[in-house]
C-alpha cells in the first residue's frame, strides 16, 4: 500500500516548500507540493519536482571511500570503497593529530546551504566543533551583508509576510529573482496585480520576472546605493515624506536630509546609468502608491557596496511610512520570525569548556587565503566539509584550489555526489537525502515553521549530518552527553523557549500538523504589520544615521563608493566589462549541476553581453570566449542580447569540473568582502572578453 509522508524542502531556498512524498514498498515513488500549505499551494519548482531523479541517481555517493589517486583527480576511480568503522578511525586520528600537534583550531568545520535544516544543517555539528574548540567558520557567503544593513535600519529581520502581497498596490522586485528562487511569492505577486497593483523590476538582468513586469529598470551592478539616495532626494524634495510616521518612528531624518541632497536625478542616473527622468518617476510612483512593498532578495548586496545600498533601500518605506499598511514595507528575510533556542541546540557554551574563549573564527568568503597564508597560527590542518561545494562556489576559486591541493591537508568531505570539492577530499562519507531523515525547517520567506517526517530509508551506507557527528564523537571518545542525542532530542532543544512566537508549538503538534504559523501578534484582521508599533532598535525607532557605522568608519547614511578595481584606471583600462556570475533558475548554486534531467532546463557556460560589446569585439552569436583577469581566466560561449546593459556580462554558477576547461565562473570572482557584514562580492567583479 503506498503512503504518503509529510516532508518539507530544506534546500537553500526562501520558499521552505512542504512536500508529499509517496512511498511503496520502501521506495519514493512520488514527489509533489502539499496543496494545503498556504505558501506552496500544491506545486514545486522544476528542481525538486524532478527530485526522485537525485535520490535514485546511478552516481549518488553511497558508501564511504578512501582517495587512491593523487588530489585533484576526481571520479569513482579515485577512489576505494572502505567500511564506516574505517573511516571513522582515519578521521578521528587525522583530527586528533592536528588537535595535538596544532591545537584544535587547526581544524575547519566547513558546511553552507546543502540544508538550512535545523537539526542536520546547524545543529549537531555545531555542538560537535564547539566541543572540540575547533576554528568556527565565519558563514557569510550569502545574505550577512544584507542582514547586518537591514538590521541597522529596522533592528530585525523581520519582513512583510508573503500572504500580504495581495494587498499590495505597487511591487518593487530589487535585485530579486523570483521566478528563478522565489517562486512562490510568484500567486501572490500575481494576486495583487489583479487588484490593480504596478510591478517594477530593478535588476542589471532581464530576468523572466523583469520581462513580465510594468517596468523593468537595468541598474548597474552595485549603484543601488545611488539609485535609493536618488529617490530619497525627490521624495524630500516634493515634500512626500510621512512626517508623522517619520516623527514618531525614525531619527537621523536629519543626516538622512543631508546625503539624499547630494544623490540629484542627475548624479544618481551618471552612476546608475538609468535616465534621470527614471528615477524621478520611480520615486514619484513609489511615493505615492499605497500600500507598497519592496521585495529584495540577495542580488544587491552580493556587491562591494551591497551593505550601503539595502541600507538605502530599508529606509523608503520608512520614509513613506509604507510600514504602516498592510501589505506595505519591504521583504529581505523573514527568518527573525523565528526566535528557536540556538543556544540549546548549537552549544556555543562548549567551546569555552574547550579553549576557555571562543574559537577563531575564518571568513568562509576567503577559504583560498585560509589555506594557503604562511602567517595564519594556528594553520588550517584538518577541513571537514559537509553540506557545502566550496571548491566551486567559493570566490577566487584558483586560490581556493591551491589551498585544497596542500599535501599537509586532510580534507573529509559529507557529501550525496563527487563535486568539485570531493576532488581534493582524502575521504568521502555518504550524506543523506532529505527524504531519508527527519527535519526542523524554519523559512526566510515566508512564516511556518514545519517538520520534515523521514520518507525512507537512507539509501546504501548514506546517513544525515546528525548521525554522521554523532558516530564521529563517538568513535573520537567523546563523552559530552550532548553529542549523542537523538534528533527528537535536538528538535525539543530547539523548540525549548519562552519567547511568545513559539507560544504553543511543540514537537508533538508537528508531527500531527507538519506546518504551524509562528505566533507572531497580528492585527484583528490578521495582518503582519512587523514595525507598527516600533521597530526592533533599541528605542523603537528606525535608523536613518548610525553613530555604529560612522565609528566603523562608514557613512553614518549611506554612500556610493564605487568599486575598488574600477577606482585604478590601469585594470579598468585592461578588464572594462562589468561580469555579474549569477546563479540559475533550474539549479540550487550548485545542487543539482549534475542532473541531465536539470541540465537541460538551464541555458549553461554562456556569457552573456550586448551587441555593441560584442561588435567592438569581434564578437558573434556562438563563438567561443575566454573570459579573464588578473585572477583567472574561463571558456564560454558567446550569447548576444539587447536586454544586457552596455559594459556589463552576465555568466552563471556551475561545476567547474563539468566547464569547459575545468574553470567556473568564481576564477574570476575576487575574495574582497562588502562593506557591511564581511560578506563576498561576487557581483563586483571586472573582467576582459576575447574570442579564442
Ligand atoms: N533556482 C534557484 N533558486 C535559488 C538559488 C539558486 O541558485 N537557484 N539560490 C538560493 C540562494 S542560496 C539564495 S541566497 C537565494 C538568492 O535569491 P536572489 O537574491 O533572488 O538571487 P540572486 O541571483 O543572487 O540575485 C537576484 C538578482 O539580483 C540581480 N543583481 C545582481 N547584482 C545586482 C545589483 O547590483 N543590483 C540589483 N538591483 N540587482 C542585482 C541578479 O541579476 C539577479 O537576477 O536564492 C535561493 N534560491
Ligand atoms: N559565482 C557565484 N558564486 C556563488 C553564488 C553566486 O550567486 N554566484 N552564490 C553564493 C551563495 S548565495 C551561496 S548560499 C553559496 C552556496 O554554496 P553551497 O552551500 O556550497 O551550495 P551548493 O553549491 O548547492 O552545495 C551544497 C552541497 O551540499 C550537498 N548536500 C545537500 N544536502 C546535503 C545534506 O543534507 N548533507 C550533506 N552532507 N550534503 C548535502 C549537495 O550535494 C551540494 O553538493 O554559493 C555562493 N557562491
Ligand atoms: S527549492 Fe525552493 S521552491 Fe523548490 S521545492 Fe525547495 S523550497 Fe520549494
Ligand atoms: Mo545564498
Not at 501589505?327 to 520570525?337: I, K, N, P, Q
Not at 556580462?649 to 576547461?661: I, Q, T, Y
Request: glycine share 8%; hydrophobic share 40%.
Amino acid at each position: 500500500m503506498p503512503r504518503v509522508v509529510h516532508s518539507v524542502c530544506p534546500h537553500d531556498c526562501p520558499d521552505a516548500c512542504s512536500v508529499l512524498v509517496t512511498v511503496e514498498d520502501g521506495r519514493a515513488v512520488k514527489i509533489a507540493g502539499n496543496p494545503e500549505h498556504p505558501i506552496t499551494r500544491g506545486f514545486l519548482c522544476a528542481k525538486v519536482a524532478r527530485y526522485l531523479d537525485r535520490v535514485y541517481s546511478p552516481d549518488r555517493v553511497l558508501y564511504p571511500m578512501r582517495r587512491v589517486a593523487p588530489k585533484g583527480t576526481g571520479g569513482f576511480a579515485a577512489f576505494q570503497r572502505i567500511s564506516w568503522g574505517e573511516a571513522l578511525d582515519e578521521l578521528a586520528v587525522h583530527l586528533k593529530q592536528a588537535e595535538e600537534e596544532f591545537g584544535p583550531e587547526s581544524i575547519l568545520p566547513f558546511s553552507y546551504g546543502g540544508t538550512l535544516g535545523q537539526i542536520h544543517g546547524y545543529g549537531m555539528d555545531h555542538r560537535f566543533f564547539h566541543c572540540l574548540g575547533a576554528s568556527q567558520l565565519d558563514r557569510t557567503i550569502c545574505g550577512e551583508a544584507g542582514t547586518e544593513a537591514m538590521v541597522s535600519v529596522n533592528g530585525a529581520r523581520l519582513g512583510v509576510d508573503p500572504e500580504d502581497y495581495p494587498f499590495s498596490r505597487y511591487i518593487l522586485v530589487w535585485g530579486a529573482n523570483i521566478h528563478g528562487t522565489n517562486i512562490h511569492l510568484w500567486p501572490f505577486i500575481e494576486k495583487a496585480r489583479r487588484n490593480g497593483a504596478r510591478l517594477v523590476v530593478i535588476d542589471p538582468f532581464r530576468t523572466r520576472t523583469a520581462a513580465l513586469a510594468d517596468w523593468h529598470l537595468a541598474v548597474r551592478p552595485g549603484t543601488d546605493v545611488a539609485l535609493a539616495l536618488g529617490m530619497m532626494h525627490c521624495i524630500l524634495r516634493d515634500g512626500r515624506e510621512d512626517c508623522e510616521f517619520l516623527a514618531s518612528h525614525a531619527t537621523g531624518l536629519d543626516e538622512l536630509r543631508q546625503k539624499a541632497a547630494e544623490y540629484t536625478p542627475g548624479r544618481a542616473a551618471a552612476i546608475t546609468g538609468l535616465r534621470a527622468a527614471d528615477v524621478e518617476q520611480l520615486a514619484r510612483e513609489y511615493a505615492t502608491a499605497h500600500p507598497s512593498v519592496i521585495r529584495l532578495n540577495y542580488g544587491v548586496q552580493r556587491t562591494e557596496n551591497g551593505g550601503m545600498s539595502v541600507r538605502a533601500i530599508c529606509m523608503l518605506p520608512v520614509l513613506t511610512g509604507a510600514w504602516k499598511e498592510r501589505g506595505g514595507g519591504m521583504t529581505l528575510s523573514t527568518s527573525g520570525a523565528f526566535p528557536l533556542n540556538k543556544m540549546l541546540l548549537r552549544r556555543p557554551d562548549l567551546m569555552y569548556s574547550a579553549l576557555g574563549r571562543p574559537a577563531r573564527a575564518l571568513n568562509m568568503n576567503q577559504l583560498g587565503r585560509v589555506l594557503t597564508d604562511p602567517a595564519l597560527e594556528p594553520p588550517v590542518k584538518a577541513l571537514v566539509v559537509y553540506h557545502s561545494n566550496p571548491a566551486a562556489v567559493c570566490p577566487n576559486h584558483n586560490l581556493v584550489v591551491e589551498g585544497l591541493q596542500r599535501p599537509d591537508l586532510f580534507t573529509a568531505v559529507h557529501e550525496q555526489f563527487l563535486t568539485d570539492t570531493t576532488d581534493y577530499a582524502d575521504l568521502v562519507l555518504p550524506a543523506a537525502t532529505f527524504l531519508e531523515t527527519k527535519e526542523l525547517v524554519t523559512s526566510y520567506g515566508h512564516m511556518y515553521l514545519q517538520l520534515a517526517d523521514q520518507a525512507i530509508a537512507p539509501l546504501g551506507e548514506a546517513v544525515s549530518n546528525a548521525e554522521f557527528f554523532r558516530r564521529l564523537a563517538s568513535r573520537m571518545g567523546l563523552a559530552e552527553e550532548c553529542l549523542h542525542d537523538s534528533d527528537d532530542a535536538l528538535i525539543d532543544a530547539a523548540l525549548d523557549s519562552d519567547h511568545p512566537h513559539l507560544a504553543g508549538i511543540t514537537r508533538q503538534r508537528l508531527e500531527q500538523e507538519h506546518s504551524l504559523p509562528m505566533a507572531v501578534p497580528r492585527t484583528e484582521d490578521g495582518a503582519f504589520l512587523p514595525f507598527f508599533q516600533g521597530f526592533a532598535t533599541p528605542d523603537g525607532k528606525a535608523l536613518l544615521a548610525s553613530r555604529e557605522l560612522a565609528e566603523a568608519g562608514l557613512d553614518p547614511v549611506a554612500e556610493f563608493v564605487a568599486p575598488v578595481e574600477s577606482r585604478h584606471s590601469e585594470e579598468l583600462r585592461q578588464f572594462p566589462l562589468e561580469f555579474v556570475p549569477r546563479k540559475l533558475d533550474h539549479f540550487l548554486n550548485t545542487t543539482f549541476t549534475n542532473l541531465p534531467g536539470h541540465q537541460k532546463m538551464n541555458r549553461r557556460f554562456e556569457l552573456q553581453l550586448h551587441p555593441t560589446d560584442a561588435a567592438a569585439r569581434g564578437i558573434a552569436e556562438g563563438d567561443r570566449l575566454r573570459v579573464f583577469n588578473s585572477r583567472g581566466a574561463i571558456e564560454l560561449k558567446a550569447h548576444l542580447d539587447e536586454a544586457t546593459p552596455e559594459g556589463v556580462v552576465f555568466g552563471s554558477l556551475d561545476w567547474a569540473r563539468l566547464s569547459p576547461g575545468g574553470k567556473n565562473v568564481n576564477a574570476l570572482t575576487s575574495d574582497r568582502l562588502t562593506d557591511m557584514g564581511r560578506g563576498a562580492t561576487f557581483y563586483s567583479t571586472l573582467v576582459e572578453v576575447e574570442r579564442f
